[in-house]
């Protein structure tokens, strides 16, 4: 059974930074997954916040461009957001997804609270 756990999200000042981790347990080819990043803002839809495909490859919401990178650690099976200058408006549960190469289905962790606050 594919399981994501997140951690990483804390109450932090605008400006601030916070990296996310998201690591999958459960499938031996992590490296094959494409693996994403999404939040959820309170009565807000769920919105895509960055992915990176099996290969490397990352795109970005127009909102976070240039201030969060998302990376991965195939040895760790493991995926990261690396957020810098936080704004108010990147408040959110944030949340981890990954998709299998092999069934196409997705799995999901159970969110980080991440808040920025002063």
């Known amino acids: 059974q594919v399981q994501l756990v997140e951690s990483g999200g804390d109450l932090v000042q605008p400006g601030g930074s916070l990296r996310l981790s998201c690591a999958l347990s459960?499938?031996?080819?992590?490296?094959?997954?494409?693996m994403r990043w999404y939040r959820q803002a309170p009565g807000k839809q769920r919105e895509l916040v960055a992915d990176?495909?099996?290969?490397?490859?990352?795109n970005y919401a127009d909102s976070v461009k240039g201030r969060f990178t998302i990376s991965r650690d195939n040895a760790k099976n493991t995926v990261y957001l690396q957020m810098n200058s936080l704004k108010p408006e990147d408040t959110a549960i944030y949340y981890c997804?990954?998709?299998?190469?092999?069934?196409?289905?997705?799995?999901w962790g159970q969110g980080t609270q991440v808040t920025v606050s002063s």
């Open positions: 990176i495909t099996s290969g490397g490859d990352t």
């Open positions: 997804n990954g998709q299998s190469p092999l069934t196409r289905n997705n799995y």
């Open positions: 459960g499938s031996s080819i992590f490296s094959r997954y494409a």
